[in-house]
């Protein structure tokens, strides 16, 4: 199986593996017990606090450790105090984590303002000065897109708008780990992150915290997590979470230059099909991420065509739930309808290789030019 899709998930590195087992078969204590075997794996999961922090340029005490990027995200919207008239506002390309819980806030009587992106998939400085007009309460603003892998340049928005009283938080879950990324420089008051997107294991996420911002916590019943996340922690997974930052760190650089290497290589070959468009090409974005579009083309049966190839990629053009409506992302980039539903993305990873790209060109040339 040619692997390109780690937006939607890593394999597990075997380092973080063996890191976790100990606290699956050994040290099964609970961190809250006062004994021993509780204090064994508090002291795991401070190192791991200690790891994600590093990763994410914040302090560990920063670090809220939630089951995953989705719950982060949910927490983070859930932080608002809503007093009537409060408004919040999310981008036109947040990712269903966001989009969903604003839409429940909005249901509960609450303004929702949705921030229009150009059509490479940025926001541009005249939205925000007029998103400043209309103060809403919180703003949030992914800092990588999961689909085209744009990046928005949320160091200078969260300047504009925290300077004008206005809180910001930024889902950085396709972000960690593939561009340098530090909370503080961002200046943003929260930051949501996942593990499994960094080759850490699934159901384990975290939210960073300003120090100033007050969070309304979603679970209760536990002390857990400053009293902010109630739940006995899930230490294992904390732990591989941990261990994945650290590695994420240390070959930064490395995965980097790899997965941009691969990027151009593909990028390069994708260029000679005819018509293909690849979507946000004039923006900064991941260095793993390409969507394209091909016209005339369903991008879920060429998606299903590769499967029966061997090859696992993803198609945008439709929401989990079936329904045959393209992407928003791409719809609210102002895509044309037929293009958006042809769309393919692409997202590469650190065990990728030439030889893989190679294959999957000549597989889809197969497929699209040979019709
Ligand atoms: N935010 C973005 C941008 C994502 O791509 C994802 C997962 O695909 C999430 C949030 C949700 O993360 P998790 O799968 O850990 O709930």
């Not at 083309?297 to 998606?303: N, S």
């Amino acid at each position: 199986m040619i692997y390109l899709d780690h937006n939607a998930t890593t394999p597990i590195d075997e380092i973080v593996l063996d890191a976790m087992l100990p606290y699956l078969k050994s040290f099964y204590g609970n961190p809250s017990s006062l004994y021993r075997y509780g204090r064994i794996v508090h002291t795991a999961i401070n190192r791991a606090r200690e790891q994600v922090a590093a990763l994410a340029d914040s302090l560990p005490s920063q670090v809220l450790f939630t089951s995953c990027g989705t719950e982060a995200n949910n927490l983070a919207l859930a932080s608002v105090n809503l007093t009537p008239g409060s408004k919040i506002a999310i981008s036109a390309i947040e990712h269903p984590s966001i989009a969903e819980p604003a839409l429940h806030l909005k249901h509960k009587g609450h303004d929702l303002i949705i921030i229009k992106v150009d059509n490479n998939g940025l926001i541009q400085p005249e939205t925000i000065e007029h998103l400043i007009s209309l103060q809403p309460s919180l703003v949030s603003i992914m800092l990588a897109n999961n689909e085209t892998g744009v990046i928005q340049d949320l160091a200078y928005i969260a300047a504009q708008l925290t300077e004008n009283g206005i809180k910001v938080h930024t889902d950085a879950v396709q972000a960690l780990g593939k561009i340098p990324l530090s909370f503080n420089r961002l200046g943003v008051q929260l930051m949501s992150l996942s593990s499994h997107k960094i080759y850490g294991p699934k159901g384990c996420g975290a939210l960073i915290i300003k120090k100033d911002m007050q969070i309304n916590p979603i679970l209760f019943g536990g002390g857990q997590e400053q009293g902010l996340r109630a739940g006995t922690e899930n230490v294992a997974a904390i732990v591989g979470f941990g261990k994945a930052a650290e590695l994420a760190q240390a070959e930064l650089v490395q995965r980097n230059e790899h997965l941009l290497f691969l990027r151009e290589l593909l990028e390069d070959s994708l260029m000679s099909i005819p018509g293909l468009r690849i979507f946000s090409q004039n923006a900064q974005r991941l260095p793993n991420t390409v969507q394209f579009g091909i016209p005339d083309e369903d991008g879920e049966m060429l998606l299903m065509r590769l499967d029966q190839k061997g090859v696992a990629v993803s198609s945008a053009s439709a929401c989990a739930s079936g329904s045959d409506k393209p992407s928003a992302v791409l719809t609210a980039m102002g895509i044309e309808v037929s293009l958006a539903k042809s769309a393919i993305r692409v997202s590469l990873g650190k065990s990728n290789t030439p030889a893989e790209i190679c294959e999957f060109i000549k597989l889809l040339k197969n497929l699209v030019c040979q019709k």
